[in-house]
Structure formats: structure tokens, C-alpha cells
């Protein structure tokens, strides 16, 4: 059918949009960049190993060195595709006209269209509502689709973004680095102009054109497909698809479970694109014109609907107890008389509605909870209460329209800790349990919450988060593994700290190389573990410190014989301390023998050198640091990977550890997107561990203040206590396999998603 081209009018009306948009990005640059130099600036002081601390402050000064060639050039890149792309012909993927075939891709493009499209993804979730509107408008006028090399398109602007940003010979990787601050800054940005653009359309009388062709039984896709409809996978499958058509293979890295994958996209990344996908899925349900719900602003509920909702609060424990299924009958019978009772309030509520919007809304939830209270693997004892929660978060669903896009919504993450704790309990083990007992708890304050809204929700997941970190690690065996291994953490980061410290004070004084050698790599030990077994200040840590500045004094030329006599009179009293020291962090016998040679060798040489003096005041005023050293240390000093010794915190622990299993890092190679994400496991969830070919069940309990060392336990009582990099590796290499890579709420919106298409009726019948 032929379209006739949009009149001149309406034509110059779109130009000026595009103008308005583009000139506002370009503006807009300059906050962009002033975010990422802060960001760069605050990353090179954080904590970190030596190589993570050299790339970060490489990275810095890489941008400050290009970037004012990558937002000159990206300015002029925005403006001139922004205006060359109404004009241009009709294009399958940006830059391939559509009658030219298929080329082939070189590895730079496809990692660009990659990256871009993840950018993008996650603008797109912040902008949604306001492109969506703009999209509309634009179409009504020009009477076609926004093309998808259109500048309007967050996914063509953060391409053009990631091309500039190379080409002005910045490198990719530190892209990747700066993704999360440019992402809101950028998401910020064009919500603005997205806006502007439509406030501006609509004063001049242009409204939205309703999209007539989708219809609810489109909204949804089935669940295999469900990644499909995500921009990043929209992009990646024209990447891998113009590959496969031209000459040769395509590079190993672009091929991964069947799709392209961006290097260092970890699963919890795969996951969380899925996530998405489903969300826009559920939020293009729900913005049908014929629903009328806006996502922005929801109206308040009709009054019928409010009364129902608000007797339930008041009569919800009575009503629970009422229809035949009480609160102690866990049996899987009682949840299925339950899951009816609670389809049937739904259905009660649902006749209460007055507006489409409210019965999709109700119909929706509903589905969910029903998907969850089928999931055979949380225990009885629980989905009892998750079946309370349904009418609590339709109070919010109707309130908050951000419930339905938001993954970190406090109800949904309250669902989804709950859910991923339990998922690895038998129903025999955590009825009666203190867990279920938090569960029951969370679930009755939640319900006579007067309040609708988030606040109750991140109330509780904040007391629940708690909750677990102590309930984690209540077994006695796995309480003191994970005291000592807390204090093994101690006992490294002091160390690096006093390390810090004495190559500051030693910096000018004239010490021999062995004596420095000993005191940074042995005496700093000695120094760590005393002050975490009996504090800073105990009479025997000072002692110690003290003897780090008798030992520098007595090493130190003795031109004078009232120094020399000095020396042999305090000489037995110093080699008894060090003595003392060695044997507390496990140097004994012939090793602690030739330490100690070693350091008398070094002091006889002392008495004639003819080297420079160290005056007396300078060793009493490293006496006097020494002594207060924690008031001076920056709690901010780097610990990078240190030794596990198994067999010392074996030791340490005085119990039988033939269950205790202490992975330390291996040195193997691990990529740093691998220990981020080990770095960012949440408490409780459960993993399949792969371990000297065993594989077991185990329940993340516990990590390290610095996060260095992460405990991991087994329902027969075997722990895993897993060093940093090491667990990275795991990660990496898939011996440790998360249980449920996706939250207990997103699989049930898939679900209810899956049965909508099924069954369009439904939702508003």
C-alpha cells in the first residue's frame, strides 16, 4: 500500500525535533564527561590489588589524555547522523543498505554493536515511557517508523557513542569500565530531551498515534524466545547473523551457548538481559492504548476496589484462618486448598475494579503467585506465607507502576531473597526453623502495614538481610570458621598496613637491605597477628612494636663504644622478643634458627661499619609512631591476595576440620568482570560446587568485611572457605553454578506472561 510523504508542515515539525534532540546531547556532553573524569578520579583511589590499582590510574589518565578529541568528535557524529538518517534509505543494520547483501563484520564492529547495545538496553529501560511517547508522536507525522539507524534511538546514539570513543584511541575496555556512571548520565540525558521533544509536539497539537496493530496476544513471546526481544539481543543476533553469512568462521569468542556474547558477560549479566526482556514484555502489556495505565503516574484505585483491598488488610489474618486452610497446616495440601482460596479473592477483587487498567493489574499478579506457589521446590512451610503476600503486593502494584519495571523494586527483591534461601530446604528441615519463623514474621508485618507502598517492603528486606547474615552462620562449627577467617582477613590487611607504615619511616634512615627485608615480609606479620588476637594496645603487641625499633637501632652503625656496650647488654632481651614473635606466627626450630642467624650476622657487621649513625631521637620518634601506628594507618590500603594456609587455620580453629575444605587462590588467570561478580554474591543463595570432582549443594554464609574470603556450607555440614580470585575462577570456569540464575519474581512474570498469550481473555475477562 502506497504512504504518501508527510506534508512539508509536519516535516519541518519532525526536523526540529531531531535539532532540538541532538543539540541537546551535544550540550549535554559536558556533564557527561565532568562524570566520567569524577568517577575515573574516585575508581584509582579505591581499594584493590597492585594490577587493579596501575589499570585504574592507567585508564585515568588515558581519558584525561583523549578526552577532548572523543567529545569534539562525538558532537559532530551525533549532529551529522541525526540529520542524514531521515533522509536515508531504508536500512537493515546501520551502515548496510538493504540491497547490498550481507559483508563481513571485523571483530572491532561486532565488539562495538555488542557493547553499544548493552548501553543502550539499560537507557532504554530508564526512557522507556517518554521514548515511547516521542516514537508515536514522530510517527504520526512522518507516517513511518523511527528507521533504526535513527539518532532518536538509544540504540543508534550509544553506538555512535562507543565508534567515537575508540576512534579517539581510547580503549574499549576502560569503556567497560566507566559503563554504570555513563549509563545514568546518559539514561538522565535523553529522558530530559525525550521529554522536551514531546512537551514541544505537544503544544503544537501533535498526539501520540495509537499502535493499532499489536495486540494483547502479542505482547508476550514463549519463554524460549524470551531473550529475543531484548535491544541487546535484537543487536547481537544482526551481528552474528551477518558473520554466519560471510566467508570463514566467526572468531571463537562471538559464539557462546548458541549466541553472541560480550567478553566478560558473566551469567548473573546474561540473566539480567533476560530479566529485561521480560519486564519490557510486561510493560508493553500493560501500556496497550486499550488498558490506559500509565507507568509513570498511577491513578488512585476506584473506590470499590480500595474498600476491598482495605478490609483485607484489617481481616487478612482471620480470613486466612477462616477458609478451611490454617497457618500450621503446612502439608502440600493445605497449599494447594490455599493457592484456591487466594484465586478465588482475586477473582472477587477483579469484579471490584472499574478500569481495564486495574483488572490487567490484578489478572497479572495473580498469575504470578500462582507461578510461585506451584514451585514444588520452596518448601510448604513456606509458600503458605508467600501466598499472604499476593494481596500486599497488588496494594503496591496498583500504587507503583515502577513495580513492573524496576528489578530492584523492594517487593520484588524481598520475594526473591526469600525465595532463593529456601529454595535448597527440604520441608522437613525448615519447618519450625528460625528462618521460617523470620519469614512468617516478615509476611504479618507486611500485611497490617497501614501504609501502600515501598516503604514496609524495604523495611523488612533490610531486617531480613540482617536476619540471614546471623542465621548463615548459627552452627557453632561454621561461626568460629567464620571468626577466624575474619580474623585471618585482619591479620593481612594490618599486615599490608604496617607495611605501609614502617617503608614510610624507614624511607630516609640508612638500614641494611636485610633488616628492611625482615621487617616488611616477617616482623609485619608478627605485628598483624598480635593485634588481632589481643589488640593494638596489649603489653605484648607493644613489645613487639618495640622491638621493631631496637632491632633498627641495634642494626645501625655503632661508631661509639658506649653504643657498641649498649648493644650487648640489650642484645639477649631482642633476640628473645624475636624469638617470641617468629614462634607466634609458626616459625620454629630450624627455620626460626636461621632467621635469627641471619639477623645476628647482620648486627656483628654493625659494629664496624662505618656508615652513618641513626640518631637516638630518630628511633624514639619511630618508637612513639609505632606504639599508636593505628591511629596513623589508612584504613584504605590496598590488600590484594595473600597466602591461605589450610593447615594454619586448622590450627587456628582447635577443632576437628576434616569438613572444612580451604580453597586458597591458585594464581590462575581470572578475569576481573569474574571477580567483581564474586565480590557481589548475595547471602543464602545456593550453588552446585564442583570440587575434586564432587559435586555438592551449598548455601553462600559468609564473607570477609573486605570481601576476600567467602564460606560457603553444605547441608551434611562440609564448609568451603574460598579465597577471593579463587571463587572468581569458579566462577569463571563453571564449577561453581548458581541454583537459579534468574529471581523467584521474574521467572513468575514469565510465566503469567506465558499463560496471557495463551489465553488473551483472561486479563481483562
Not at 579517539?168 to 538522565?188: F, I, K, S, Y
Not at 619511616?505 to 588476637?533: G, N, Q, Y
Amino acid at each position: 500500500m502506497h504512504t504518501s510523504a508527510p506534508p512539508p508542515t509536519q516535516h519541518r515539525l519532525a526536523g526540529a525535533v531531531r535539532r532540538q534532540f541532538v543539540e541537546g546531547l551535544a550540550s549535554g556532553l559536558a556533564g557527561l564527561d565532568k562524570a566520567l573524569l569524577e568517577f575515573l578520579a574516585t575508581l584509582m583511589s579505591q581499594t584493590g590489588t597492585q594490577r587493579q590499582t596501575q589499570e585504574r590510574r592507567d585508564a585515568w589518565m588515558e581519558y584525561q589524555a583523549h578526552r577532548a578529541a572523543w567529545v569534539q568528535a562525538l558532537g559532530s557524529a551525533w549532529r551529522v547522523e541525526a540529520l542524514a538518517a531521515p533522509a536515508a534509505a531504508p536500512t537493515t543494520r546501520r551502515g548496510l543498505p538493504a540491497d547490498t547483501g550481507f559483508e563481513l563484520l571485523s571483530d572491532d564492529v561486532v565488539e562495538n554493536k555488542i557493547l553499544a547495545s548493552r548501553i543502550a538496553l539499560t537507557v532504554m529501560e530508564q526512557v522507556s515511557t517518554a521514548f515511547d511517547a516521542l516514537r508515536l508522536r514522530l510517527r504520526a507525522l512522518e507516517g513511518r517508523e523511527l528507521p533504526d539507524s535513527d539518532m532518536l534511538r538509544p540504540e543508534a546514539l550509544s553506538l555512535a557513542l562507543v565508534e567515537q570513543w575508540v576512534q579517539a584511541g581510547l580503549q574499549r575496555a576502560d569503556l567497560q569500565r566507566v559503563v554504570d556512571p555513563l549509563q545514568r548520565e546518559l539514561a538522565a540525558l535523553v529522558q530530559g530531551l525525550y521529554q522536551a521533544g514531546n512537551d514541544f509536539l505537544a503544544a503544537q497539537g501533535v498526539a501520540p498515534q495509537q499502535d493499532l496493530r499489536v495486540r494483547v496476544s502479542h505482547a508476550a513471546v514463549p519463554p524460549s524466545r524470551s531473550g529475543q526481544d531484548s535491544l541487546a539481543s535484537q543487536a547481537l543476533a544482526q551481528s552474528q547473523e551477518a558473520v554466519s553469512t560471510a566467508r570463514g568462521p566467526a572468531p571463537a569468542h562471538l559464539s557462546q551457548m548458541g549466541m553472541v556474547a560480550a567478553p566478560g558477560l558473566t551469567p548473573l549479566a546474561r540473566a539480567r538481559q533476560r530479566a529485561l526482556s521480560v519486564m519490557g514484555q510486561l510493560r508493553r502489556l500493560l501500556t496497550e492504548p486499550s488498558m490506559g495505565y500509565d507507568m509513570m503516574h498511577a491513578a488512585p484505585a476506584s473506590a470499590a476496589l480500595a474498600h476491598a483491598l482495605a478490609v483485607h488488610r484489617v481481616q487478612a489474618e482471620t480470613y486466612y484462618s477462616t477458609v478451611g486452610t490454617l497457618v500450621e497446616d503446612y502439608s502440600p495440601a493445605a497449599v494447594v486448598q490455599l493457592a484456591g482460596t487466594v484465586r478465588e479473592r482475586s477473582a472477587q477483587l477483579k469484579k471490584a475494579a472499574a478500569t481495564d487498567s486495574e483488572k490487567a493489574i490484578i489478572e497479572v499478579v495473580a498469575l504470578m503467585f500462582q507461578s510461585i506457589l506451584s514451585e514444588d521446590r520452596i518448601p510448604s512451610a513456606v509458600r503458605v506465607w508467600f501466598a499472604r503476600l499476593q494481596v500486599p503486593v497488588l496494594r503496591v502494584a496498583l500504587a507503583e507502576p515502577e513495580f513492573f519495571s524496576n528489578l530492584n523494586h523492594p517487593a520484588r527483591q524481598l520475594i526473591d531473597r526469600m525465595g532463593a534461601c529456601v529454595l535448597g530446604f527440604d520441608a522437613t528441615s525448615i519447618g519450625g526453623s528460625a528462618l521460617e519463623a523470620e519469614i512468617r514474621r516478615v509476611v504479618q508485618v507486611i500485611e497490617q502495614y497501614p501504609e501502600t507502598g515501598r516503604r514496609v517492603f524495604q523495611l523488612v528486606h533490610n531486617e531480613f538481610e540482617k536476619f540471614l547474615a546471623k542465621f548463615l552462620t548459627e552452627k557453632q562449627a561454621t561461626s568460629r570458621l567464620a571468626s577466624v577467617a575474619q580474623q585471618v582477613e585482619q591479620r593481612e590487611t594490618l599486615a599490608v598496613q604496617y607495611t605501609i607504615e614502617l617503608r614510610t619511616m624507614l624511607k630516609d634512615m640508612p638500614v641494611r637491605d636485610e633488616i628492611r627485608e625482615f621487617l616488611f615480609k616477617t616482623w609485619t606479620e608478627v605485628l598483624a597477628l598480635s593485634a588481632v588476637r589481643d589488640g593494638a594496645q596489649h603489653a605484648d603487641t607493644l613489645a613487639f612494636k618495640r622491638t621493631a625499633a631496637d632491632l633498627v637501632w641495634a642494626a645501625s652503625a655503632k661508631p661509639h663504644r658506649s653504643d657498641r656496650a649498649q648493644v650487648i647488654q640489650s642484645l639477649p632481651g631482642l633476640l628473645q622478643r624475636l624469638r617470641q614473635g617468629l614462634a607466634l606466627i609458626g616459625m620454629v626450630g630450624a627455620a626460626q634458627d636461621a632467621q635469627i642467624k641471619v639477623l645476628t650476622d647482620t648486627l656483628a657487621e654493625a659494629f664496624v661499619a662505618k656508615t652513618a649513625s641513626i640518631p637516638p631521637e630518630h628511633i624514639e620518634a619511630m618508637a612513639r609512631r609505632l606504639e599508636h601506628l593505628e591511629d596513623f594507618i589508612d584504613d584504605a590500603a590496598a590488600l590484594g591476595d595473600f597466602p591461605l594456609d589450610a593447615d594454619h587455620i586448622e590450627m587456628m580453629l582447635g577443632i576437628d576440620a576434616s569438613s572444612i575444605h580451604v580453597l586458597a587462590d591458585t594464581g590462575a588467570p581470572v578475569d576481573e568482570a569474574m571477580v567483581q561478580w564474586a565480590q557481589a554474591l548475595p547471602l543464602g543463595t545456593w550453588f552446585t560446587l564442583d570440587h575434586t570432582g564432587a559435586s555438592a549443594q551449598v548455601q553462600y554464609a559468609w564473607h570477609s568485611q573486605r570481601r576476600q574470603l567467602h564460606l560457603f556450607a553444605a547441608p551434611d555440614g562440609s564448609t568451603y572457605l574460598i579465597q577471593l580470585r579463587r571463587l572468581g575462577a569458579y566462577l569463571q570456569a563453571g564449577l561453581l553454578v548458581a541454583q537459579e540464575e534468574e529471581g523467584l519474581t521474574v521467572r513468575a512474570t514469565r510465566d503469567a506472561l506465558a499463560k496471557i498469550d495463551a489465553n488473551p481473555e483472561r486479563l481483562l475477562g
